[in-house]
Each structure stands twice: as structure tokens, then as C-alpha cells.
Nanobody
Framework: QVQLAESGGGLVQAGGSLRLSCAASGRTFGSYAMAWFRQAPGKEREFVAA????????YYADSVKGRFAISGDNAKSTLYLQMNSLKPEDTAVYYC???????????????WGQGTQVTVSS
């Protein structure tokens, strides 16, 4: 059974940093795409960043470009999201996802974690 488990969320002041982790078990995702999405209260789940395991290419939403960095450690089966210069509008539940069913930026992945809360205070 495939499981994704996020960790690293919390409360941080604006301008601060957090690093989210997503541990994968049950299979390896090395050659597949994995991504981070987020969902704020009352809003739809939105794409944050993705990385293709086969090429290492990464992609970002315009709202986080230059502030967030996605990376993966295949040996540890762990996906990371380094978040710097955090803003109050980054407040959301962050989800990791594996195996896109369609375009990498659509929330149509086969596997999802349970989410981790990130709260940025002003």
C-alpha cells in the first residue's frame, strides 16, 4: 500500500522559513513526478511545485517562484519543499502528491498525503 506522509508544518512569522518533508512508502517514485499542492480555507486546492524524477526538472506556481524550492532524495524516498520569505497568503494545508494522472499542475495525482498545516502570521 502506497503512503505519503507530510511533516514540517507549523506557525511562522512573515519573512520566515519552513521545510516540509514528504516520506513515501510502499513504492519508489524516483522516475515519476511528485508535487506539492496547498489548500486554504474556502479555496480550491492549488498547485505549488512539482519535480520530475526522471529529469530532475522542477516547476513552480508564479506565486512561489523564487521563494520556494522543491527537491527529492530518492535514497530516502522523501520529497522536500523549502519555503523562504513566507507571506501570510501562504497560509494553507500543504499536501504532497505522487503520480500525476494528467498535467503536473492539476490536482489529479494518484497518491496524496494527509496534509500539514502551515500558518504564517503577519
Amino acid at each position: 500500500q502506497v503512503q505519503l506522509a507530510e511533516s514540517g508544518g507549523g506557525l511562522v512569522q512573515a519573512g520566515g522559513s519552513l521545510r516540509l518533508s514528504c516520506a513515501a512508502s510502499g513504492r519508489t517514485f524516483g522516475s515519476y513526478a511528485m508535487a506539492w499542492f496547498r489548500q486554504a480555507p474556502g479555496k480550491e486546492r492549488e498547485f505549488v511545485a512539482a519535480i520530475r524524477g526522471s529529469s530532475g526538472n522542477s516547476y513552480y506556481a508564479d506565486s512561489v517562484k523564487g521563494r520556494f524550492a522543491i527537491s527529492g532524495d530518492n535514497a530516502k524516498s522523501t520529497l522536500y519543499l523549502q519555503m523562504n520569505s513566507l507571506k501570510p497568503e501562504d497560509t494553507a494545508v500543504y499536501y504532497c502528491a505522487g503520480d500525476p494522472g494528467s498535467a503536473y499542475y492539476l490536482p489529479e495525482y494518484d497518491y496524496w498525503g494527509q496534509g500539514t498545516q502551515v500558518t504564517v502570521s503577519s
